[in-house]
């Protein structure tokens, strides 16, 4: 004889609707997937609003307005002399290898190839350490109209400008630098950075006297 279980005693009508019933479900457990992945880039979004906000924060500090305090007039002659060193540089560099093939070729003497080598280091070195000093010299100085933030230029490598913004209470006083009065170049250095560099008030101008002491403390 055959077992009668509790599944068989359940109508034919019954499996329909039990099967509709899961497949219902099967759409239903889809439908929540789906919205559970298209909520998942909101987490990524919360991640990245930080990151947002420093971008904007500099941005708004770069679009702030700045008033002169300093500047050195001088400044457009370094950034002449800049790119004349690296002119002079570089045409004595293609010079160089033209020279040594004539050499090769027993068409120039020894004398000239030692000449022309000679002036091509020197003019390297020369290159060189213009360019560490000429950095190193600020034309402008700024301080913005809620006096927190000071922007300082001076020149690049390659003559051209480059701004630097940094909290005014990273600055070291001239008192606490180290400096006189009656020096020709005064030094500028911030708490936070092994970077100095350098400006004259003999041959620079101070425009904003007071900003110029809420910036570097009194100066004697």
Known sequence: TRCWKK???RP?????????LQSQNQR???????LGRQREPS???????PAAVVRQKALDEKTEEFKLVYRFPGIKYCRVLSRLKLLQTATTMVMLPPI???YLQDQVSQNILLYT????FFAGAMLYGM????????GLIYLNE???TVKVAHLTFWGRRNDIYCPVETVVPLDEAGDSKGELLLQFKRYNSTDILYFTIKFGQIVDRQKFTQIFGEFE
């Open 7 to 9: 599944e068989d005693a």
């Open 12 to 20: 034919p009508c019954f499996f329909g609707m039990w099967e509709r």
């Open 28 to 34: 239903v457990n889809g439908v929540n997937n789906y």
């Open 43 to 49: 987490v990524c979004l919360c991640h990245s609003a």
């Open 100 to 102: 040594c093939y004539l």
């Open 117 to 120: 080598t000679g002036i091509a």
């Open 131 to 138: 360019s560490y000093f000429l950095r190193r010299i600020i």
């Open 146 to 148: 809620t006096g927190h």
